[in-house]
T-cell receptor, first 114, second 116 residues
Framework: AQKITQTQPGMFVQEKEAVTLDCTYDTSDPSYGLFWYKQPSSGEMIFLIY??????QNATEGRYSLNFQKARKSANLVISASQLGDSAMYFC???????????FGTGTRLQVFP | DSGVTQTPKHLITATGQRVTLRCSPR?????VYWYQQSLDQGLQFLIQYYNGEERAKGNILERFSAQQFPDLHSELNLSSLELGDSALYFC???????????????FGSGTRLTVV
């Protein structure tokens, strides 16, 4: 069955440092997509980055990159040069080829301090 | 503005009451999804509609129902409300799978429901 696991309930990082948020997944479908969303305290869900299961290279979007290790079924989000505005909840999610559903992990609360 | 419109943004109601949450998907998107996010919890999938038809169902209570209208807007109806139904309810929309790069969903800003 489809499952997303985020084992870090909370993370702290100093401004300008890099931080890695962990995500592991479980699926039997060879074709799937992995997503990261940011949820600031205001509540909206903001799409950050996408990785397809057949993509050969790790996805990058500005300061966000996805460390995709297919054999280990992990899709960790790396935020470089953290900013105070990065403080938020971060959710990892997965979508299989044969379903439109996005399944979310429980999230990691990131706090960036000066 | 994400293009997905949810109304109302906030709703306070009493136990036992019924409410309707409304969602207008992004232009061109045929799929609408409803999610529930309770306090400090992840997002729980409730139900999906595609072009007016129910396509997938998640952990949606029998007291809850949804529909998608011919203009593609969707409504989530919550009845016999309980204190535990207090949550942030998200609507999201997406293009049909297979049409271009899969960017997942576009989320609305949510409706915060408080049951007192």
């Amino acid at each position: 069955a489809q499952k997303i696991t985020q084992t870090q309930p909370g993370m702290f990082v100093q401004e300008k440092e890099a931080v890695t948020l962990d995500c592991t997944y479980d699926t039997s479908d060879p074709s799937y997509g992995l997503f990261w969303y940011k949820q600031p305290s205001s509540g909206e869900m903001i799409f950050l980055i996408y990785q397809g299961s057949y993509d050969q290279q790790n996805a990058t979007e500005g300061r966000y990159s996805l460390n995709f290790q297919k054999a280990r079924k992990s899709a960790n989000l790396v935020i470089s040069a953290s900013q105070l505005g990065d403080s938020a909840m971060y959710f990892c999610a997965m979508r299989e080829r044969n379903t439109d559903k996005l399944i979310f992990g429980t999230g990691t609360r990131l706090q960036v301090f000066p | 503005d994400s293009g997905v419109t949810q109304t109302p943004k906030h709703l306070i109601t009493a136990t036992g009451q019924r409410v309707t949450l409304r969602c207008s998907p992004r232009s061109g998107d045929l799929s609408v999804y409803w999610y529930q996010q309770s306090l400090d919890q992840g997002l729980q999938f409730l139900i999906q509609y595609y072009n007016g038809e129910e396509r997938a169902k998640g952990n949606i209570l029998e007291r809850f129902s949804a529909q998608q209208f011919p203009d593609l807007h969707s409504e989530l109806n919550l009845s016999s409300l309980e204190l535990g139904d207090s949550a942030l309810y998200f609507c999201a929309s997406s293009v049909e799978r297979g049409q271009g790069i899969d960017y997942g969903y576009t989320f609305g800003s949510g409706t915060r429901l408080t049951v007192v």
